[in-house]
RNA sequence: GCCCCGUUGGUGCAGCGGCCUAGCACGCCAGCCUUUCAAGCUGGAGAUCACGGGUUCGAAUCCCGUACGGGGUACCA
């Protein structure tokens, strides 16, 4: 390994193709190659590489943006930004035959040819290939075609495309920063296809022309990508290019141990967004997937994770996204928001059409919703709309759905239990102040007056003023409810119990 | 099939030849706190460091092989 202190200058980039919306696993790559880039005090540069026209999606683009932004990566050269080696979109470089130039340089000097071979072809060959069980591969056909042959053919119309011309022997070795010393076979890799008969260039083409222009010095790309770099080592020995420094970050993966992809449900970045996690954590998630510190802290800022990053650090084992430790983490910095902070995000939230039931009129009051913060602050994992409204509902409704039988404590029958609530009700219509230290101080020497257990008398009233088993410590929810609210409801529960009330 | 990479408790990581009777975190279990749930605190279960051979006085750490997992094998990136 190579000290990653003492580099120089250092120029990285994030070069997604704009085919879907980004996941998690791709964002976690220009993760890396930012926090490098912030450690290093250099460089990050995002380049959209649209080549491939068939397989573009419509928005993409703008969603990868979306995504870098909200986790918080600035680019320093790139889309909306500009910068030296602009444009940084491939199909705006095409436009100005950047890559057509390479690939006639590559011709010029020996390196590359013309091949005319039609798809059909190709696919013959291939099926014939896999009959005999042999390496599938092209058969270097159009490797030593004249040049009067393929003008002839191309004459008559046939497309061609432009193929790598790859050495018959010898080896191909180039150093992975993680794995060392990596060596191929070049005789098993095949005259790839560098230049397409649209006239776009193929990736490989396409990213070592760009990253040799815009300076990268170390290309920080998933795994996936080892099996074609000694094709684009042999480039840029084509070219007499210095290649970068190769770190090939270890994958993704999914609970079922291949490759994270969207088989495995919600795996695009966006929608951990919609689903409620915050950015912080997000960040802080992903960098700690396949990269450590070197110590045990888990929990990090941004700059944190600047600071203590290193190369080094790095692990080239696969590693697998968990949800629940994201999910523990959100609460983590879920807790650390201030209350403001935090009812800003739950707002919108609640007052949505799937959020708070539709009886609740709209818009809500911030200041009340502010005040139940610090009742559900340290319960939340994740702001779901739907958990949310089902955890705050109470607090917004008139009236609750109630279920007699749930307010019926252990070691107590209806009879007990509406007694015990009619006197409950009795000492919140006078209780002062009405304040939850107080309330707590009153219904426990309610609770000797009346021999009960605080478990008891204190469940019989949550469930009466809330209708659930599982709710905020109960004094603080009454005087969120309010004192009328809350007589009415424990009244009622009463009434239910006794049967004189009627069923609402 | 062929080529390449990887392999530490269920999961994420630490470990870089002796400090390892393998550490931290999530999860799980129990206790404490307590009006429920969380949060918090304390403790616990859980790993023959994939397996087999070497090298070495000494190996989770180095080498080889096997198994398993993953990736690649396109006019996709």
């Not at 170390?218 to 020995?237: A, F, N």
């Not at 200041?367 to 009742?375: A, G, N, Q, R, S």
Request: contains cysteine.
């Amino acid at each position: 390994m190579t000290d990653t202190l003492n580099l120089g200058p250092v120029r990285v980039r994030y070069a997604p193709s704009p085919t879907g919306d980004p996941h998690v696993g791709n964002l976690r790559t220009a993760l890396l190659n930012w926090v490098f880039a912030r450690h290093a005090g250099g460089q990050f540069i995002v380049r959209i590489e649209d080549t491939d026209r068939e397989r573009m999606v419509d928005g993409a683009e703008e969603r990868i943006l979306e995504a870098l932004d909200w986790l918080g990566l600035d680019w320093d050269e790139g889309p909306g930004k500009g910068g030296p080696f602009a444009p940084y979109v491939q199909s705006e470089r095409k436009a100005l035959d950047k890559y057509g130039d390479a690939a006639r340089q590559l011709i010029a000097n020996g390196h590359a040819y013309e091949c005319t071979c039609t798809p059909e072809r190709l696919e013959q060959l291939r099926q014939r290939q896999r009959a005999e069980k042999k390496p599938t591969g092209y058969d270097g056909y159009c490797r030593n075609k004249s040049a009067d042959e393929l003008a002839g053919e191309k004459a008559q119309g046939l497309a061609s495309v432009v193929r790598f011309k790859v050495p018959l022997e010898g080896e191909v070795v180039f150093n992975d920063f993680l794995r060392g010393p990596l060596t191929f076979d070049p005789s098993l890799l095949q005259d790839f296809v560098i230049l397409k008969s649209d006239g776009y260039p193929t990736y490989h083409l396409a990213h070592i022309v760009d990253d040799h222009e815009m300076q990268i010095t170390h290309v920080l790309r998933s795994e996936e990508w080892i099996s074609s770099t000694p094709r684009h080592v042999m480039m840029y020995e084509g070219f007499g290019w210095e290649p970068p420094e190769f770190v090939h970050l270890s994958i993704l993966l999914g609970p079922d141990r291949s490759k994270l992809s969207k088989r495995h449900g919600d795996t695009a970045l966006l929608e951990f967004r919609d689903k409620g996690f915050l950015p912080g954590t997000m960040f802080n998630f992903l960098s700690l997937l396949g990269w450590s510190a070197g110590d045990d802290e888990e929990v990090m800022t941004r700059e944190q994770v600047i600071e203590k990053f290193s190369l080094d650090g790095l692990n080239a084992a696969p590693s697998i996204f968990d949800i629940t430790k994201l999910e523990w983490m959100n609460g983590v910095y879920l807790r650390q928001l201030g209350v403001d902070a935090l009812a800003e995000l739950l707002l919108p939230e609640l007052e949505a059409d799937d959020g708070l039931p539709a009886s609740i009129s709209r818009p809500l009051d911030k200041v009340f919703v502010t005040e139940l913060v610090p009742l559900i602050h340290e319960r939340l994992k994740v702001i779901d709309r739907t958990e949310v409204s089902e955890m705050l509902s109470y607090f917004f409704e008139e009236e609750i759905e109630l279920d007699p039988a749930e307010v019926v404590q252990k070691g107590m029958d209806e009879a007990t239990t509406a007694s015990a609530l009619e006197s409950a009700a009795a000492r919140l219509e006078s209780a002062e102040p009405f304040e939850a230290e107080s309330l707590e101080q009153q219904f426990r020497t309610l609770c000797e007056e009346l021999e009960l257990k605080p478990r008891q008398l204190f469940g019989a009233l949550r469930v009466s003023l809330t209708a659930r088993r599982v709710a905020p410590p109960l004094f603080d929810t009454m005087v969120a409810i309010g004192r009328d609210r809350s007589v009415d409801r424990v009244r009622r529960a009463a009434g239910l119990l006794s049967g004189t009330g009627a069923r609402a």
